[in-house]
């Protein structure tokens, strides 16, 4: 490499490049944005998984699945942005570390999944994380957001196809529960690496429950107000056939039940 004499640049395997270029390519390599992990785990041991931007058809389609109507109709969703979703249903022991004081859970174990906490409880489990954490970003996923990630990519009613004759391999349900929840992460996977996004317990998400439209949609966030949240996943008591990506059920944000519990999101650059 030589400097030009004129010092307004150099050359550098036969061409000459300015200082103009130089100093902007630096400073867009000085500038880069960091590199985004395809999993992270926090000060209190949660792990999460990045879940790409994409697009999908949200609801149950009442012509194949033994659904209820507010699981439709269909409708187009975009997720704009990446974000990361908890791997795991939060446990007692991650509960204990952030909220302190007594375990709400009917039953207890530090690996099982907290449970019997109302939708109050959780966004005060959020909350609490953040302050523990210094940030703002800790959330609870959209209605939308949670069916996205526990589709991964498929179509069909349950992300592992139509046989339920499967569902023991990823799920603790009615069937092989023992009537009671069962430590997190012990069945296999979604394909985007979702520990028990189908049974053990239901999670509440941000949403207010609300009537589906057909319209398609960017990022939803359900409706402005509302007497009910809305509650994903299915738990330990539901039936093969409720163990599903489009099941939705709604409480109201003080109810508790020992079925009930959350998982924990976060958008990407908060």
Known sequence: MTFANNMKGFSMFGKFFPFSFLSVSLFLWCNAAPAVSD??????????ALISPGAFTMGADLNVENAFIWEAPQHRVTISRPF?????????????????????????GQTLPVENVSWDDAVSFVRNLNQK???????????????????????????????????GTYAWFLDNSGDKTRPSGEKSPNPWGLYDIYGNVWEWVQDFYGDYSSDA????????????RVNRGCGWDSPSGDCRSAKRFRNTPDYRYGNLGLRVAFTVGD
């Open 39 to 48: 999993e992270v785990t926090n000060s209190v041991g949660m792990k999460f």
């Open 84 to 108: 990361y979703m908890g791997i795991y249903e939060v446990t007692q022991a991650e509960w204990r570390s952030v909220m302190g004081g007594a375990n709400p859970s009917e039953f207890k």
């Open 133 to 167: 954490e210094g940030t703002e970003k800790y959330r609870l996923p959209t209605d939308a957001e949670w069916e996205y990630s526990a589709r991964a990519g498929t179509t069909s009613a349950q992300f592992f196809g139509g046989d339920e004759n499967s569902l």
């Open 217 to 228: 949609a960017t990022d939803p966030k359900g409706p402005s107000e509302g007497s009910y």
